[in-house]
C-alpha cells in the first residue's frame, strides 16, 4: 500500500487520529502494520491508559510492527507524515492549525487523561474537512462526542465493526449517535486510509462555535462561566471531579455534562464515575461505623452502670448501620460491563 508522500503541509494536508481503550493494543498494531513507511499524512492516537503507565509497551509494539515512525508526543513539536504520536501518560494530546502537537495536563474528560474527545474535537477544529477520525475497541463511550465534532466539521468518521472488536461498547456507542462514513473490520481499514490519502479533500465548512469553544476550554485558553453557560443549561448535578456545578450538553439524543473547570462527561461516563464515588464512600463509612462500634464495644466493658449500658446501646446501633453498608455493598445491582470502571 504506496501512496506517493511528501512533506506534510498543515494548511492542505490530512491528519489521521484514533481512539482506543481497552483491547487497544492489538487493536492499533492490526491497524497500524497495514500503513507504509511514506503514508502521507500524521497519525495522533489515543489510547487510554492508567495514570502511572509508561505508555512505553505500545510504543516499543507499534516500532517493532510498524513500518511508520512512532514516538510519544511531545508538546510544541511539529507534526510531520509518516509518524505515529502517541499520547503520553496522564496527559491529553491535542492538535493545533498550524500542524503542532500540545501535550496538556487539563482536566479529565470522561474519567481519562488521555481522553479521546479532546483529541477528536481539537483535530476537527484545526483540520475540518482534513481529518479522518477512527475509533476502536474499548469501553462504554468516549471518542463519540469527538466524532461528531468530526462529522460537523466536514471530516471523515471510520469506527471498527463492533462484530470485529474485542470491546465492542464504544465502536457500537458511536455508531449509535454518528453518520459513519466507514464502518469495517480493522483488516478492511489500511486500504480505505490509503484510498482516503489520494482522494480530494471534502468541501470545506465553517466551523461550529460551541466546537470551538470547547477546544479551546481543553486547550485551558478558556474556561469560565460564560464559556460553560453558552455551550448548554446548568443541571443539578455535582462534577465528581472537583464537586462544581455540572452543565447539561446535548446533540441529538447524545447527552454530555462539562463543568466550569474543565472536567467532561458522557451520561455514561457520569454515572459510572457516580458508582465509583458512592463505592468509595460506603466504604469509608463502613470502616468509621465499624471503628465507632469497637471503640463503644469497649467503654461498655471498661465502665460501669448507666455508662456502660448506654455505650453498648451505641455500640449495637452502629451495628445496624453496619449491617445495612455491608448489604449495600454486596447486593447485586444488576450492574452491566458498561457500568464497570476501565
Same mark, same amino acid.
Given at each position: ?13 490530512? #491528519? ?8 487497544? =493494543? ?19 492516537? &489515543? $489510547?487510554?491508559?492508567? +495514570? ?46 498550524? +500542524? ?20 477528536? !474535537? ?11 477520525? /477512527? ?53 478492511? =481499514? ?14 470545506? /465548512? ?10 479551546? /476550554? ?15 443549561? $446548568? ?9 462544581? &456545578? ?11 455534562? *462539562? ?24 466504604? #469509608?463509612?463502613?470502616? =468509621?461505623?465499624?471503628? !465507632? ?9 471498661? $465502665? ?21 453498608? *455491608? ?9 452491566? /460491563?458498561?457500568? =464497570?470502571?476501565?
Amino acid at each position: 500500500m504506496n501512496v506517493k508522500s511528501g512533506a506534510f503541509k498543515p494548511a492542505t494536508g490530512k #491528519v489521521v487520529v484514533v481512539g482506543t481503550s481497552a483491547g487497544g =493494543m492489538s487493536a492499533s498494531i492490526k491497524l497500524l502494520q497495514q500503513l507504509s513507511a511514506d503514508f502521507p499524512a500524521p497519525i495522533l492516537l &489515543v $489510547q487510554h491508559i492508567s +495514570g502511572d503507565a509508561s505508555g512505553d509497551a505500545l510504543l516499543h509494539e507499534l516500532n517493532k510492527s510498524s513500518k511508520l515512525k512512532c514516538v510519544h508526543a511531545v508538546h510544541d513539536e511539529l507534526l510531520q507524515s509518516g509518524h505515529i504520536y502517541l499520547a503520553p501518560s496522564d496527559h491529553h494530546l491535542m492538535v493545533v492549525k498550524n +500542524g503542532r502537537v500540545q501535550v496538556t495536563k487539563g482536566a479529565q474528560e470522561n474519567r481519562s487523561r488521555p481522553a479521546i474527545d479532546p483529541l477528536f !474535537r481539537s483535530a476537527a477544529v484545526a483540520f475540518c474537512n482534513r481529518v479522518i477520525g /477512527i475509533i476502536l475497541t474499548g469501553y462504554l463511550d468516549d471518542g463519540t462526542a469527538g466524532m461528531i465534532a468530526i462529522r460537523r466539521c466536514g471530516g471523515t468518521c471510520i469506527i471498527q465493526d463492533p462484530d470485529d472488536a474485542e470491546y465492542p461498547d464504544m465502536p457500537q456507542n458511536a455508531l449509535n449517535q454518528v453518520d459513519a462514513d466507514y464502518c469495517l473490520p480493522i483488516a478492511a =481499514m489500511g486500504g480505505v486510509l490509503v484510498k482516503l490519502m489520494a482522494n480530494p479533500n471534502k468541501k470545506q /465548512i465553517k466551523i461550529p462555535t460551541d466546537i470551538q469553544r470547547e477546544a479551546k /476550554i481543553a486547550e485551558r485558553v478558556l474556561s469560565d462561566l460564560a464559556s460553560v453557560n453558552a455551550l448548554g443549561e $446548568q443541571v443539578p448535578f455535582n462534577c465528581p471531579g472537583c464537586g462544581g &456545578v455540572l452543565w447539561k450538553i446535548k446533540e441529538g439524543s447524545f447527552l454530555r455534562y *462539562r463543568c466550569h473547570t474543565g472536567h467532561a462527561y458522557t451520561a455514561a461516563a457520569l454515572l459510572a464515575e457516580q458508582t465509583n464515588k458512592i463505592e468509595e464512600t460506603m466504604w #469509608v463509612a463502613l470502616r =468509621m461505623f465499624e471503628e !465507632r462500634r469497637n471503640l463503644l464495644t469497649t467503654l461498655a466493658k471498661e $465502665q460501669t452502670g448507666s455508662a456502660s449500658r448506654s455505650a453498648a446501646e451505641r455500640a449495637a446501633l452502629s451495628q445496624v448501620h453496619i449491617d445495612r453498608i *455491608r448489604a449495600i455493598l454486596l447486593a447485586d445491582d444488576k450492574a452491566t /460491563i458498561s457500568d =464497570m470502571p476501565r
